[in-house]
C-alpha cells in the first residue's frame, strides 16, 4: 500500500516561516527522489524542491535560497523548511516522487500567506 500524508500547513504573515512534513508508506518512496511542488489558485502543479540526498536538492528559482528540502530514509519521510515566506507561496503542497509518471496524490497541506 502507497500513501503519502502532507502536514504542518497554516496561514502565516509574510516573512513568516513553516515547516512541512510528509509521511510517506511505501518502499518506492524510500528509494527515489522526492520532490515537494505546490498549486497555487489558478495555476498548474509545479515542482518546487527536489532530492535525491542531502548532497544532490535543487530548488525552482522562485523559492531557491528561502526554502530547503530535507529526508529521512529510516523514516520513510520528506521534510520542507521555508522561510521568508511571500504571498505567492500560497497554495496546496504535496510531496510525492519526482516522476511524472507516477500519478498518486495525496491531499496536500494548505499554505496561506498573508500580506
Known amino acids: 500500500q502507497v500513501q503519502l500524508v502532507e502536514s504542518g500547513g497554516g496561514l502565516v504573515q509574510a516573512g513568516g516561516s513553516l515547516r512541512l512534513s510528509c509521511a510517506a508508506s511505501?518502499?518506492?518512496?524510500?528509494?527515489?527522489?522526492m520532490g515537494w511542488y505546490r498549486q497555487a489558485p489558478g495555476k498548474q502543479r509545479e515542482l518546487v524542491a527536489r532530492?535525491?540526498?542531502?548532497?544532490?536538492?535543487s530548488y525552482a528559482d522562485s523559492v531557491k535560497g528561502r526554502f530547503t528540502i530535507s529526508r529521512d530514509i529510516a523514516k520513510n519521510s520528506v521534510y520542507l523548511q521555508m522561510i521568508s515566506l511571500k504571498p505567492e507561496d500560497t497554495g496546496v503542497y504535496y510531496c510525492?516522487?519526482?516522476?511524472?509518471?507516477?500519478?498518486?496524490w495525496g491531499q496536500g497541506t494548505q499554505v496561506t500567506v498573508s500580506s
Open positions: 510525492n516522487l519526482d516522476n511524472p509518471y507516477f500519478d498518486y
Open positions: 511505501g518502499s518506492i518512496f524510500r528509494a527515489n527522489p
Open positions: 532530492i535525491v540526498s542531502s548532497r544532490s536538492t
